[in-house]
């Protein structure tokens, strides 16, 4: 475990401990930048997108710098590009005007600070006063753990007794999946006094580094918070976008492109839908979702419209707050070092290539974008406006905008139709060499899955975010008739992949047991055993037996409904994506998509 500080020198008493785990450390470790896809970023636009990494080799901690020219300074001198450099405790590596400091190794004696090549001597003086602020930090931090322990006479508990200069509650912030962003301080008038903790409202199950605070600023990266509505924007007669913050000030740290869920009480009825996240990461003051408002299905005029969409449209007002859970889903264009994208969407599946977009040109990342966009009519085009001045002003992105409807009082002198093997080249004649994202009612992405199938588009550059219906057979709700909302349906409403991208590659089919077959599933915690029909998840079954999992996408795509599994057997309908390597060696399963295939006991 490497422990760090990390810190502008503009604000000395505010700075974040951060712990990396071994696990994230090794291979190629933790890239450090102001890219979301590095595990450790800093937007500043003095730190290059990928500016160096922290990796462990034979048990030993390095730091290297991955910058065209070396611009990083290492203990108060400038490193060289090819050399790798062991890390020890009051280590000091500045990047930009962030100084990080090693924390967590044990303290060895270091020779004299030597002269650099250019004869001049290097900045003793700064160092040491670096590093005696850290050492004084951290035996004030060890007197004040001392006295603490002694005015209680009891067992303390660590999850009790958390503050801000405890670095637990920044603990693995940054071995997360989705990275750790570090931003300049709000104003000291927006500050509050006090550090805000957790939410009350979190899950036992989120650990602290979940929800860290620095100076009063909780710094979110995963789990659930509550959160506070702001604003609401009508974009169009039936789409709005609602902003929230956080309860108390709040940084939100997610990848462009993933989704939160929402945890809602309508009519006394617990209710989960997830949403694609609009707003961008490079913004993280507030979080946005675009909503459309879904009616009756025309060929079912008598079938209740959308649930959640239609109550969030008809009930949530400014200042109302709500709990969400995230992010997840792996729909994102950040992990991927492609220069060429083409992004490809159809009602409000405009919103996550939104937060893409936004992303790109926020943080002048070297993505050049085709941004396709299909709408009924002008006036049903979601962020318009602002579409036609980020192309205005971004020589990198180019718009196009195709209208499937002609109506009476509303001209239009664009795009017409469908996109087809005409349409398509000519918007983007480079398309073979882009990488494609694609989002939209699933009627929509299968014809353009088909559409660039046959024009030889090379298919392993092709992603989609996946809002199919369930492998199970039922009557489709009134908005997955409709399809034109992000949402991820809950009980009996369950879609096959949630909100993670698609990637097409050809699997194996999953071979179901005999439906007359049934397994003991013992549920430790509650004291329960009952037998399991082979054909039922083990969510549904704990919903069943009253068994309280948390859930959210029920596709093993966001990983709220992660449990260990203490024995037997499972198989898995889709892909586990809401777990990471550390989640399987320690046992756990995503209880939506985990069938068993015999005895099973799990921790519920």
Known sequence: MLKIKLFNPQHPLEHQELELSDHRLRGDGCLIGNSPSC??????VKVQEVHGKLFTDKGKYFFQDLTEKAITEYNDEVVNKEKSYPLETDDIIRIGEFVLIVDGLPIKKKSKSKKSKNGKSSNKRSLQNLKALTRKNRRSKEKNKETSEQSNKGIIDPKKTLTNNQHNSDSSIASGSNGTVISPPLPAGKKDKKISSPSKEASPTDSPSQI??????????KGKITVRCVNIIEDTKDVKTFRFTGTSPTLFNYKPGQFITLNLNINDKKIKRSYSISSTPSRPHTLEITVKR????????DAPPGLVSNWLHDNLKVGDEITVTGPSGKFTCVDNNATKLLFISAGSGITPMMSMSRWALDTVANRDITFVHSARSPRDIIYRQELETLAANHSNFHLALTMTRQTTGDPWWGFQGRLNEV???AICPDFKERVIYVCGPDSFMKGVKKLVEGLGFPMENYNQESFGGSNKKRSP???EKNNNSPVVTTPNNTTNNGHSVATETVTEPVVVPNSNESYPVVFAKSGKEVLCDAQMSLLELAEEEMIDLDSGCRSGACGSCKVKKLEGDIRYEGDADGLDEDDTEEGYILACIAYSQGKVVIDA
């Open 477 to 479: 709700s009134s908005e």
């Open 39 to 44: 595990g450790l970023m800093i937007p500043s």
């Open 294 to 301: 879904v009616p009756a299905p025309t060929d079912f005029p």
């Open 423 to 425: 349409l398509l080249p």
């Open 212 to 221: 860290s605070t620095l100076g009063g600023i909780n710094w979110w990266n």
